[in-house]
């Protein structure tokens, strides 16, 4: 026998007890770190602590340019959430920075990440997650802006999952790009001074970074016949040496709609994780069309 757990309480008011599960629980300790706040040698014993990461990852950055990019970039806000796991090895690291384009208010604040996380750890697809929590609270604090995430991926993965978790995202396979976005692309990449790539085609940037993998694993994603992958691959080909795709979101409320309803989805799927039940129940599904 088993038994449910009650998903209303006294007078008919919903129970959301079932939420605190132990399959709720984090995998991961998390430090939020406030660059800005750390004298230079604590930023230094930063750096050497995310390089650790980054070098298992990546190659192609030297430890003076990843400080550059990953601590101390030339941004308004910049904070960084340094993963560990729960016997306290660290796990990956993500920096959220926000950059002011201008000082009028038409001129859209641009978020962007620093992304590692070791091969370990990446099935739990947190980057999109905080990604989400952490531009929602900043515009809530920032109203009447535009604002915009724009990354450079290096890899067709990350692509990938931005077409399929987020609701508007440009270059997209198979749809034409509306004339403002791109005309918001140009103005953005002069702003931000991103230089193109010598290669691929007017999406492609200089980002250096260089991902590690075999290149069996890298044959195996070329062979792939996912049209998204495809789409990535003929306008970056060269992102072995260290080449980014140009990607940008419109952060607006059907963004965020769609973000946390997939955000309670995941809640849910965790939280009817139950060892021993042999029943299936179905979890609902949310979508923002």
């Known amino acids: 026998m088993f038994s449910l757990p009650p998903l209303w309480g006294g007078r008919g008011k919903p129970c959301l007890n079932f939420l605190k599960n132990n399959t709720m629980k984090s995998p991961f300790n998390i430090q939020i ?3 800005a706040t750390l004298s230079n040698p604590e930023k230094a014993d930063l750096t050497d602590r995310l390089y650790l990461i980054h070098q298992q990852i990546f190659q192609g950055v030297s430890k003076a340019d990843f400080r550059k990019y990953v601590i101390e970039p030339n941004s308004k806000l910049t904070r960084i959430r340094l993963y560990q796991d ?7 690291y993500m920096s959220f920075q926000v950059f002011e384009t201008g000082k009028s208010r038409r001129d859209p604040y641009v978020i962007r990440t620093e992304v590692g996380f070791l091969p370990n750890y990446r099935r ?24 915009y995430f724009l990354a450079t991926p290096v890899h067709p993965t990350p692509y990938r999952l931005g077409l399929a978790q987020l609701p508007e995202v440009w270059p997209h396979p198979e749809k034409q790009m ?10 953005l990449k002069e702003r931000l001074h991103i ?6 085609s007017e999406f492609t940037c200089k980002v250096g970074w260089q991902v590690k993998e075999s290149q069996v694993l890298a044959d195996r994603i070329a062979s792939r016949k996912d049209p998204w992958i495809q789409y990535y691959l003929q306008h970056n080909p060269d992102y072995a040496k260290g080449n980014g795709m140009l990607m940008l979101v419109p952060l607006t409320a059907k963004t965020y709609l769609k973000g946390f309803a997939g955000l309670l989805q995941k809640k849910l ?3 009817i994780e139950w060892k021993s039940l042999t029943v299936k129940i179905p979890v609902p599904r949310f979508s923002v069309s």
């Open 178 to 187: 509306p004339a403002k976005i791109k005309s918001t692309f140009d103005f």
């Open 33 to 35: 770190i406030h660059p």
């Open 86 to 92: 729960q016997e306290g090895n660290d796990a990956g």
């Open 124 to 147: 739990y697809n947190l980057t999109l997650p905080t990604l989400i929590k952490n531009a929602f609270a900043f515009q809530l604090r920032h109203p009447g802006r535009k604002a």
């Open 195 to 200: 230089q193109s790539a010598e290669t691929g």
């Open 269 to 271: 799927q965790r939280a």
